[in-house]
């Protein structure tokens, strides 16, 4: 078990369940081992019925599908609609923030309101948006239908590229990969991916890069500028993580996926006092609101409140059983839910019209009546608790702090009277810091659960590189204790444990769920804008890497940091192997188009050697690398750097 995941509660879970025959997402990767050899390099192709077709990876035939296509189009067309896929669930996620900021400004009754004023302002000054003399709703309307205008535009360019440092816009409107409109690039990708149209892996990976560009650019970007307006700009807030954040004497109610207009009314509905004192006719002390994956990480950015683990840990927090309700809205959610809930007491309570899961009870919620069903649940899941039989829940919890938006990075930073990046990038010129590095993306049962993304971000900050993280892998090192203040003197490197110590934050940041993703684009922007580290994001000493990723908006956003001009290095492996043509395309062609490119390795000191090689080459061609070389440590040397 100790080969599966690196986290005890996982481990000490799995044992259990083997013992008691429960089946989890590690034992059904072991009945599809070895995985099909064609899909696995990208060379499978289902996109028509005279197939399917799959292209012999060593060279003898078949090398065409029954439509000719060749091995670098099947796997290009397959890698452009994975980027469809992966753009479109982010993207439908910030037309529904959209739309429910537009319900907050026009029906105060809904249960939403504006809750950052300032933040309304900027937003609406870059849209363009008048805003003297005129109530914060009627701004938040024409800003939020603005924003959807981005969603159905057939010509012209979507709002937010304007963020972009100017270098690197007018690269994209040369390359022709300026984002129209959300839906209408994603569609193009689906249309050029049907059987007989786009033939050029080349010319279908310009589609997908401004499918993917419309992702982080566009709905990603959206998501997270209206939350943050609806629901509040994150700031530095300490929070706990992992299975041990579950209560033996408290109702938990356990929120999974991403959309946080659900998460947010459950938080309320968790307070209400009448509710509490359900909680308490029923046997229970109270009730504890706990999350997975990234709607965990939206409530504990803006509420504090505890993240009971990463993706991979869904099934566990079941199998604690100590869960009431397990309440879950879009993406990421594992369909094996309901069967694991039949061993235990657990409620799976379904809540979006997009997805529901056979087994599980459906509360269907609307903005418009939100709170109502928040309350409704809450209840439910309150009646369940006498229900309870025998409870593990593993002792593992860790302290953190988290809420790193852009805003917050700057403030740290900067301090309140000169807030800005200036700071950052002196410590980058200095060499304080080396590098700033994005660790974001997945677990992934191929790997060992949470390991490399932990080992991968403990050599980062060894070597004087600030990470920034999002997403499942911020989870994961945040269990290690990776996002401690007290965790850069003892991990980090001495600049960058210096800077640390100075403004008093971890050498690892916490910046939200992966629609966050573009809080870091826009940082990037921002140190390009303020100087003194080059005139385009793919100028500064930066790297990205989705360590132990799997889904499908993993490479989504992969690909938008590639566009915009960032080193990317994937894990586990890339379904594109069977093509060298297509690999070639990807990880070197790429570097002339966008100056970023795609990498891949799935071994933790040599991605971190990667990324920092990297970010050492930019400091090289920047002029201020001065200074030693990069230092791979070994356990001796991170003990005396404890000292
Ligand atoms: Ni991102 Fe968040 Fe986690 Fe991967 Fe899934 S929760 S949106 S896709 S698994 S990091």
Redesign the pocket.
Known sequence: MEEKSRDNAVTHLLKKNAENDIETVWDRAAQQSPHCGFGIRGLCCRNCFMGPCRINPHGKKPQRGVCGSTGEVIVARNFTRMIAAGAAAHSDHGRDVAKTLLLAAKNPDAGYSIKDVNKLQKVAHLLGIHTENRSKEEIAADVAEKALKDFGRQEGEISFIKLAPEPRQAKWRELGVVPRGIDREIVEVMHRTHIGVDQDHRNLMLQGARAALSDGWGGSMVATELQDILFGTPSPIRGQVNLGVLSETEVNIVVHG?EPALAETLVLASQDNDLINLAKKMGATGITLSGI??TANEILLRHGLPIAG??LQQELAISTGAVEAMIVDV??IMPSLPEICKCFHTKLITTSPKGKIEGAEHFEFSEETALHTAKEIVKAAILNFPNRDKMDIPSEKMDLIAGFSHESINYMLGGSFRSSYTPLNDNVINGRIKGVAGV????NPKVKHDQIHVSLVEELIANDILVVQT???AIACAKAGLMTPESAVKYAGKGLAEVCKAVGMPPVLHSG???DNSRILIALSEMVKVGGLGNDISDLPVAGAAPE???E??ISIGQYFVSSGVYTVFGVGMPISGSEIFSNHLFKESEDMYGGMWAVEPEPDKMAALMIDHINKKREKLGIEKTKKRVLYDMEMRRDLEI
């Open positions: 991403h994956c990234c990463n993706v993406q990421c974001v993306g997945c677990c997403g499942c892998s769920s992966c629609v990723w799997m889904s908006k993993a």
